[in-house]
T-cell receptor
Framework: AQSVTQPDIHITVSEGASLELRCNYS??????LFWYVQSPGQGLQLLLK??????LVQGIKGFEAEFKRSQSSFNLRKPSVHWSDAAEYFC???????????FGTGTRLTIIP | GAVVSQHPSRVICKSGTSVKIECRSL??????MFWYRQFPKQSLMLMAT?????????EQGVEKDKFLINHASLTLSTLTVTSAHPEDSSFYIC????????????FGPGTRLLVL
């Protein structure tokens, strides 16, 4: 069975600082990996996804993520955060041919001035 | 991009009543729709998967007689919470998928249910 671990429940960074959110997955084959963002009381917005090919994936809002098979990781990064990036971030894993997504427990990001 | 809407966005009901939540794919045909629930400060938990015209497949531990799912068309799925209780209060999110791959799953904005 597939699973996702987000080790950090809550992260606080200063506006303008760099950001890295961790995600580790467990899956027997090459996974489909996703990062979603959720603002308070809102649904999920897809930031980026990885299926195959280049292991460094660019997404919306200046985010990127790198797939590292050897570490079973798919960490999300942003070089300079903005106050509007404060939200909950979810990593998810899926498998081709199976539309079920398994979500991590999320990381809440707080931005301080 | 593909858009999924949910109605209502918020609903408050009395304990024992039933509540229906609609999920619509606005600009694509969703052959599969998914229903998730999210408790405060927790992740999304898949409740059930429904394919148009067939019965929904429920995840382990989800009562199919309590959470009735109908997927009558390629653009509409409904979740009815029957005989709601306060512990059913949660954030319910639907998503619509195309084809047989997770890459084409689009999420709705969610419905906040409060049962008094």
């Amino acid at each position: 069975a597939q699973s996702v671990t987000q080790p950090d429940i809550h992260i606080t960074v200063s506006e303008g600082a760099s950001l890295e959110l961790r995600c580790n997955y467990s899956y027997g084959a090459t996974p489909y990996l996703f990062w979603y963002v959720q603002s308070p009381g809102q649904g999920l917005q897809l930031l980026l996804k990885y299926f195959s090919g280049d292991t460094l994936v660019q997404g919306i809002k200046g985010f990127e993520a790198e797939f590292k098979r050897s570490q079973s990781s798919f960490n999300l990064r942003k070089p300079s955060v903005h106050w509007s990036d404060a939200a909950e971030y979810f990593c998810a894993v899926g498998a081709n041919g199976n539309e079920k997504l398994t979500f991590g427990t999320g990381t809440r990001l707080t931005i301080i001035p | 991009g593909a858009v999924v809407s949910q109605h209502p966005s918020r609903v408050i009901c009395k304990s024992g009543t039933s509540v229906k939540i609609e999920c619509r794919s606005l600009d694509f045909q969703a052959t599969t729709m998914f229903w998730y629930r999210q408790f405060p400060k927790q992740s999304l938990m898949l409740m059930a998967t429904s394919n148009e015209g067939s019965k929904a497949t429920y995840e382990q531990g989800v009562e199919k007689d309590k959470f009735l799912i109908n997927h009558a068309s390629l653009t509409l799925s409904t979740l009815t919470v029957t005989s709601a209780h306060p512990e059913d209060s949660s954030f319910y999110i639907c998503s619509g998928g195309q084809g047989a791959s997770v890459e084409t799953q689009y999420f709705g904005p969610g419905t906040r249910l409060l049962v008094l």
